[in-house]
């Protein structure tokens, strides 16, 4: 069965599985879970998957794209891919945008989805679709940045984008307006640069 077809060379970082069947899922008795380790392709049944605390809290969070509705299409469609640190993603683009849904513990017989972002892959499209408006688009660029360079300052990044929409960072609520090179907390008025101090300090 497609969970056994992936063995020893799995582990190998960035071991792309491509061509997995939508129905691959089908016939996942939970007695196979017997047999399969963390490196077997996770199951495409979402209803199998439960969430954790930290991803439940992410997907109600302004600005972050993930919604439910995504996680399941991923699921069952996206790109499966195997990465030696985070263990099975899967890759859905939708629109321009790209949606990671991280799962673990998918070698027993309750998987979880433990984490999720966005990314724009085609901004163009993004922009010309009806689903994001200018804002949302600037949002998911932007927090791609600093998420990208975490320890990083990166006002040049930062510069071009505006997002006069909140979004949250950390436990800050941040916008920036076009020719300033920091986000600001609505909430504590910081100014940041990068995702680092966004995720250490404090609000108010
Ligand atoms: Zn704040």
Avoid at 42 to 49: C, E, L, W
Avoid at 59 to 78: K, L, N, S
Avoid at 144 to 166: F, K, Q, Y
């Amino acid at each position: 069965m497609a969970s056994r077809r992936h063995g020893s060379g799995a582990s190998k970082a960035s071991d792309i599985v491509s061509g997995v069947p939508t129905g691959a899922s089908e016939g996942t008795s939970s007695a196979s879970h017997a047999y399969r380790s963390p490196v077997d392709p996770p199951i495409r049944d979402p209803t199998a998957y439960a969430f954790t605390d930290h991803f439940l809290d992410r997907v109600t969070q302004p600005g972050r794209y993930m919604t439910f509705d995504a996680v399941r299409e991923a699921i069952i469609h996206g790109q499966l891919r195997w990465n030696t640190t985070d263990g099975w993603r899967f890759a859905y683009t939708d629109a321009g945008v790209r949606y990671v849904v991280v799962v673990e513990d998918t070698e027993t017989p309750s998987p979880v989805v433990v984490t999720g972002w966005t990314e724009v892959v085609d901004s163009e499209t993004a922009r010309a679709a009806s689903r994001f408006d200018e804002t949302d688009v600037e949002t998911i660029e932007l927090r791609s940045a600093l998420s990208d360079r975490s320890d990083e300052r990166i006002p040049g990044e930062i510069r071009p984008r505006e997002v006069d929409r909140p979004f949250t960072v950390g436990n800050h609520r941040v916008r920036t307006t076009a020719g300033d090179g920091s986000v600001v907390c609505t909430d504590c008025g910081g100014r940041f640069r990068s995702k680092a101090t966004l995720t250490t300090r404090h609000c108010r």
